[in-house]
């Protein structure tokens, strides 16, 4: 099951938006375009269904609904999220969730926000098996039970517990290599978002060991090609249990020296925290800017190698990207439809296929690389002028 279309409302960078969405996705977008903000919606209904998580603690994570909600919002007050979900391989939708929330409180009362509308309609039985609505009467509720998701409750969502899994499901990678560094050290984050950063080593320490083991065999066979440097990829613990990556770097010597985390450059120990991440996850997965840090003959191949871990794994589930990188781009396995641009405005951010493009549309039919075709409209108007600017103080 994957997201086949999302909804926003005055969410963030976003007024009004609405687009689909396919099994790969490239999210492309000038610099506060609201990229970053775009797959946070995301997240944002991961954070509500996962454990020790919930609606409340969602929005406060996100420092309260006034800076979620858009800033071209005006007299709606209101913030809503609208997703679509099914098959990837079926055009019959078999999910849609539906969350519209709003400031309560103030003053003397703590500020929290307040369910206007949650919805869950299920394709398969043709009916809504959730349909709360704050203007209707009902006994039931209250302005206390209006402030929990039933997304959020195991005793209220047992008709769509799969929709509640599949969102607890969603994973967000941003690897900081500093903060797998820092694993060594065993000082650990207890903050609810990870990146695979700080806690890399000691998820890794957890895993079962014969899978552990299957994932440095192929992560291995990648390095090979991708760092010719380094070798034999494995996990290790000191004589303290400490965690540890470790391999072999070769150089003069006939069998080159070890090497742990501590070594590794950047754009290693990123690329090694993205593969671990495709490798492992079935659900959906939000990569951001995996470019960063990489050779652009590395990121030439992403695409078509995230798209092969796609076809190879039983359930492999959905990737979107966020990106700026022409390299990743010109990679001529990517169709017009994977690609969602996003544009500034003075009403907010508009977001849209590049394949419903009218500008861009045609420049991609007649052979041009989605990079050629989408990178001009992501540029700061006037950013020629840049270099003209008198440097005098």
């Given at each position: 099951m994957?997201?086949?279309?999302?909804?926003?409302?005055?969410?963030?960078?976003?007024?009004?938006?609405?687009?689909?969405?396919?099994?790969?996705?490239?999210?492309?977008?000038?610099?506060?375009?609201?990229?970053?903000?775009?797959?946070?919606?995301?997240?944002?209904?991961?954070d509500?269904?996962?454990?020790?998580?919930?609606?409340?603690?969602?929005?406060?994570?996100?420092?309260?609904?006034?800076k979620?909600?858009?800033?071209?919002?005006?007299?709606?007050?209101?913030?809503?999220?609208?997703?679509d979900?099914?098959?990837?391989?079926?055009?019959n939708?078999t999910?849609?969730?539906?969350?519209?929330?709003?400031?309560?409180?103030?003053?003397?009362?703590?500020?929290?926000v307040?369910?206007?509308?949650?919805?869950?309609?299920?394709?398969?039985?043709?009916?809504?098996?959730?349909?709360?609505?704050?203007?209707?009467?009902?006994?039931?509720?209250?302005?206390?039970?209006?402030?929990?998701?039933?997304?959020?409750?195991?005793?209220?969502?047992?008709?769509?517990?799969?929709?509640?899994?599949?969102?607890?499901?969603?994973?967000?990678?941003?690897?900081?290599?500093?903060?797998?560094?820092?694993?060594?050290?065993?000082?650990?984050?207890?903050?609810?978002?990870?990146?695979?950063?700080?806690?890399?080593l000691?998820?890794?320490?957890?895993?079962?060991?014969?899978i552990?083991?299957?994932?440095?065999?192929?992560?291995n066979?990648?390095?090979?090609?991708?760092?010719?440097?380094?070798?034999?990829?494995?996990?290790?613990?000191?004589?303290?249990?400490?965690?540890?990556?470790?391999?072999?770097?070769?150089?003069?010597?006939?069998?080159?020296?070890?090497?742990?985390?501590?070594?590794?450059?950047?754009g290693?120990?990123?690329?090694?925290?993205?593969?671990?991440?495709?490798?492992?996850?079935?659900?959906?997965?939000?990569?951001?800017?995996?470019?960063?840090?990489?050779?652009?003959?590395?990121?030439?191949?992403?695409?078509?190698?995230?798209?092969?871990?796609?076809?190879?794994?039983?359930?492999?589930?959905?990737?979107?990207i966020?990106?700026?990188?022409?390299?990743?781009?010109?990679?001529?396995?990517?169709?017009?439809?994977?690609?969602?641009?996003?544009?500034?405005?003075?009403?907010?951010?508009?977001?849209?296929?590049?394949?419903?493009?009218?500008?861009?549309?045609?420049?991609?039919?007649?052979?041009?690389?989605?990079?050629d075709?989408?990178?001009?409209?992501t540029?700061?108007?006037?950013i020629?002028?840049?270099?003209?600017?008198?440097?005098?103080f």
């Open positions: 994957i997201i086949k279309r999302i909804k926003l409302h005055n969410w963030k960078n976003f007024q009004s938006c609405e687009v689909d969405l396919s099994e790969r996705c490239f999210i492309i977008g000038a610099n506060a375009a609201g990229k970053s903000n775009f797959i946070d919606a995301l997240r944002f209904l991961r509500i269904s996962k454990q020790a998580g919930g609606l409340q603690s969602a929005v406060e994570d996100r420092d309260g609904i006034t979620i909600r858009c800033l071209a919002a005006r007299t709606s007050t209101n913030v809503s999220i609208t997703v979900l099914g098959e990837p391989t079926e055009d939708l999910w849609s969730y539906h969350l519209d929330i709003q400031h309560t409180g103030g003053g003397i009362m703590r500020s929290q307040k369910i206007l509308k949650e919805q869950v309609f299920s394709y398969a039985s043709n009916e809504f098996v959730c349909d709360r609505n704050a203007q209707k009467e009902d006994e039931d509720e209250d302005e206390e039970t209006l402030k929990y998701t039933h997304l959020e409750q195991v005793n209220a969502n047992r008709k769509f517990r799969d929709l509640q899994v599949f969102f607890q499901n969603i994973e967000y990678l941003n690897v900081i290599p500093q903060l797998v560094r820092e694993s060594s050290s065993m000082v650990q984050s207890y903050s609810k978002e990870d990146y695979y950063g700080r806690n890399f000691e998820k890794l320490a957890k895993m079962n060991e014969r552990r083991n299957s994932y440095f065999k192929k992560i066979e990648f390095l090979k090609i991708a760092v010719p440097q380094l070798e034999e990829l494995r996990f290790i613990k000191d004589e303290m249990g400490v965690p540890h990556i470790e391999a072999r770097f070769m150089h003069w010597r006939a069998k080159g020296s070890k090497q742990q985390e501590a070594q590794f450059s950047d290693t120990l990123r690329l090694i925290g993205f593969l671990f991440a495709l490798i492992d996850s079935n659900g959906v997965i939000l990569l951001e800017e995996p470019e960063i840090n990489l050779h652009s003959g590395i990121i030439t191949q992403l695409p078509e190698f995230i798209a092969k871990i796609q076809r190879s794994k039983k359930g492999a589930g959905q990737i979107l966020t990106t700026h990188s022409y390299d990743m781009l010109a990679n001529q396995g990517i169709s017009s439809k994977e690609v969602i641009l996003l544009q500034n405005t003075s009403e907010g951010t508009t977001v849209n296929r590049v394949s419903d493009v009218d500008e861009i549309r045609p420049i991609v039919e007649a052979g041009l690389s989605i990079a075709a989408v990178i001009p409209f540029k700061p108007k006037n020629e002028k840049m270099s003209q600017l008198s440097l005098e």
